[in-house]
């Protein structure tokens, strides 16, 4: 009789910083070609792309993992995030 061999979980998703939980991001903040988690903050301060400033520990914020670029989790304030969209899609005159 074959033995089955039992292989360990795996785990699809590597873990956040211990301490940090995710939680879903609002609804405007999710956009094609990249995962957006919010979490609730951390330990430790971030660096956000979008002001150059600190993110502050224990501050919820968003996580940006840009489907180009799976290796570079960015933490962003929530509003940094929502002008950087609205800079990408801005509704304003359409260039060209
Ligand atoms: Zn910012």
Redesign the pocket.
Known sequence: MPRRHRRAPEEEARPLSPGVRGLAAPAWAVVDGATVRMVAGGDKPYL?P??L?E?RPRVAHLVVVEDDDVEGRRH??T??WRRELRRRFGRGPAPG
């Open positions: 956000c979008g002001c400033h993110i962003w304030h509003e940094c």
